[in-house]
């Protein structure tokens, strides 16, 4: 997808088929720009449409034949989601329609919009700011109530409310440094050592570190996190990821090697949305296509944000082996505490077996080291609670009602926000380096306008928009 900005507002009037495609009552075909009145007028034959009201036309070919009936509603400049004339044309969602009505609209006049352009001329007009323009493409994405409910927040602005009222007090702050760097022989105060500037640094540092503290929540509700289950064959990697998905996605037997290829499935679990993916059990195999599902396996691995390493209880584990020896035997080395949690499977059956303290014993070492076990079974579904309570733990994922939802570049640019005001600290506290503590600023504040769109880049700007839909 090519990273090149929209094209630029006003240039042309744009046209987009704005609802997906396919069998519905009805089909949206929006239109933006300086002509984009005049092309409704020729599709319908009327002279007159008024701002906001709906009017009822039927839709004419360059002949007079009939290509539809429906509603056109006239959005009139600036008063429009694009600052633009903005006029759409609401016909039956057939695909046939739709596509004879945005030729129609070609033939007019009328060009094709390119991705997000619709929200990139929102933005270029200031009808809202980058922060605002994402939230709609979040919304649209969205995979669970809440995520939704923190991205309409974000479309609202506030989320870019926090981010200007950070800039305001940096610009202020800044103004403070100016003015001791100008006026060096004031006998009145001495700015950079009076303690006024060092408070009112500090105070924005932490008023920083709160703000990526709920932007590393709406990242997790955005994307939420990528779960690969592994282990030795019949372990009961596909008998978890059914029983976490509600539904019987992966096929269970008794029979080693049943799963020869990753398979992927999303569920959202106390608000957090995991991407699972079930894989080929680890073992040696002269089977040429388990062969090829334990190497993607072994990729889908590496790639994981959390890795649910799942053992049985009644067979996996030898008289001197340990879960985080089998660990190692299974992935080459001992992965990251912070990425590997261990899931004894069938601890239903430790009774029956009366080896209880096989999966228990070596619990207090893991602790020690960092890392956790959880025992559930997936035949009873003990454990899964605490299962999905610990996933969330993990990955700090506890977000508040009021969250707010954020992407990965927010998240960049406040920590180098951050790194820049500790830097300006630094030079005040230690160096009382007024020129240095005004630079340190500048690129805090720089960084920190990257995320509404008050400094940017074009390949910054054709990145975000390009990945939205054609009709937005």
């Known amino acids: 997808m090519s990273t090149e900005p929209p094209t630029a507002s006003g240039l042309s009037t744009i046209a987009a088929i704005a609802t ?47 290509i539809d009936e429906g509603l056109v509603l006239y959005f009139k400049a600036p008063h429009s989601f694009t600052g ?109 050592s009076d303690g006024i500037i060092q408070d009112k640094l500090e105070q924005v540092q932490a008023q920083i570190q709160q703000v990526l503290a709920t932007a590393k929540q709406g990242q997790l509700l955005r994307d939420g996190i990528h779960v690969v289950l592994a282990g030795r064959p019949n372990a009961g990697k596909s008998s978890l990821l059914n029983r976490l998905a509600g539904q ?33 059990g680890l073992r040696d195999t002269e089977d040429t296509v388990e062969r090829i599902g334990i190497e993607r396996a072994r990729t889908a691995i590496e790639q994981a944000d959390i890795l649910l390493m799942v053992y049985d209880v009644t067979r996996d584990l030898e008289s001197e082996s340990t879960p985080l020896q089998l660990a190692k035997q299974l992935f080459g080395k001992l992965p990251d505490a912070k990425r590997l949690l261990i899931i004894a499977n069938k601890s239903d059956l430790l009774n029956d077996k009366g080896n209880e303290n096989i999966a228990f014993n070596t619990e207090n070492e893991m602790r020690s080291k960092g890392y956790e076990q959880i025992n559930v079974s997936c035949e009873t579904g003990v454990g899964i ?13 506890h977000p508040p009602e009021n969250s707010l939802i954020a992407r990965t570049r927010h998240l960049d640019a406040l920590r180098r926000t951050a790194d820049y005001l500790n830097e300006a600290h630094e030079q005040l506290t230690v160096f009382t380096a007024g020129e240095l503590v005004a630079e340190s600023l500048r690129q805090a504040q720089r960084s920190l306008g990257e995320i509404t769109g008050e400094f940017n880049a074009d390949d910054l700007l054709g990145k975000i928009f390009g990945s939205f839909c054609i009709g937005k």
Do not use: W
């Open 20 to 66: 997906p495609l396919g069998r519905a009552g009805v089909g949206v075909i929006r239109l933006s720009g300086s002509h984009a009145y005049s092309i409704a007028c020729k599709l319908t034959g009327k002279s007159v449409f008024m701002p906001r009201m709906a009017s009822f036309c039927r839709f004419y070919q360059a002949d007079g034949t009939v």
């Open 84 to 192: 633009e004339d903005v006029i759409e044309l609401q016909g039956h969602g057939g695909v046939i329609l739709q596509n004879q009505l945005l030729a129609r609209a070609f033939e007019l006049g009328a060009q094709q919009a390119t991705a997000g352009e619709f929200s990139y001329r929102a933005f270029d007009n200031d009808k809202l700011d980058l922060v605002q323009a994402e939230a709609i493409a979040d919304a649209i994405d969205a995979t669970s109530a809440a995520a939704a409910s923190s991205a309409i927040r974000s479309l609202s602005g506030e989320f870019s409310h926090k981010i200007n009222q950070l800039l305001e007090q940096l610009i202020h702050l800044r103004l403070h440094v100016e003015a001791a760097i100008d006026f060096p022989d004031e006998e009145d105060v001495d700015f950079l």
């Open 248 to 280: 019987e996605r992966a096929i269970v037997t008794e029979v080693a090697g049943t799963t020869r290829d990753t398979l992927n499935e999303t569920v959202v679990l106390n608000g957090l949305t995991l991407h699972l993916t079930d894989t080929a």
């Open 385 to 397: 609670d605490h299962l999905i309570a610990t996933l969330c733990d993990k990955v700090g994922f």
